[in-house]
């Protein structure tokens, strides 16, 4: 995994995702997820308890792309149906398949309208725009209610300590403040499409809250 940083390359892979007919290649949702976690290392230790959650996530997603059930794991739409048919998804209760597809990829996909939430704000934001209240806003809305007391509380002191708007900018690596927003601009979409597309497939099989 890169140390840096690079807003193009999360630009690129969230691009590759979709497919001609719109399915999301999970091979390259992993890849976005990837260069995401850099950034949010980037920024220290404040989103340690979501980039570490991350990190696992995703290399359960690894496990089923080089297992032998790998051409189920192609896209989101094969995984969901393939897991769907063969009852490896725990749909009501904690049992046998706590790491199942389906719900490692719904952990990533709540996480993902988070970011894509707070970088918007990000890439809309004026010099005086606290990162906190962009961040705190963007996690009551995406996050927060999926998550334990406990949780919510320790998030919300966190935010606290995240660096300004500046800092942010630097971190894309993508030049300076106008090439951020714009290269932010073209990115945002793409991410927001395939959590999109992957929201209305998890509505339509009653996959969005699974234990």
């Not at 949010?40 to 297992?67: A, C, R, Y």
């Amino acid at each position: 995994m890169a140390d840096t940083f690079s807003l193009q390359k999360v630009l690129e892979t969230f691009r590759s995702c979709l497919s001609e007919n719109k399915e999301v290649y999970i091979k390259y949702y992993i890849e976005g997820w990837k260069e995401l976690v850099v950034f949010m290392n980037s920024l220290g230790s404040v989103f340690s308890f979501i980039s570490k959650d991350v990190v696992t996530k995703v290399q359960i997603l690894e496990n089923f792309l080089s297992s032998e059930n790998e051409s189920h794991y192609v896209t989101v739409q094969s995984m969901v149906k393939y897991e769907l048919e063969n009852d490896l998804v725990d749909l009501t209760k904690r049992g046998n398949h706590p790491e199942s597809g389906c719900r490692t990829l719904l952990r990533l996909h709540r996480a993902l309208r988070w970011l894509e939430l707070f970088l918007d704000s990000l890439r809309t934001s004026t010099a005086d725009s606290k990162t906190s209240t962009m961040c705190s806003d963007a996690y009551n809305e995406a996050l927060a209610h999926h998550h334990p007391w406990l949780i919510r509380k320790a998030v919300g002191v966190a935010f606290v300590a995240l660096p300004g708007r500046d800092t942010f900018f630097e971190v894309m690596n993508a030049g300076d403040q106008a090439q951020v927003v714009a290269l932010l601009g073209e990115s945002l979409p793409l991410i927001s499409e395939v959590y999109q597309i992957t929201e209305d497939l998890y509505a339509k099989n009653n996959l969005l809250e699974l234990p």
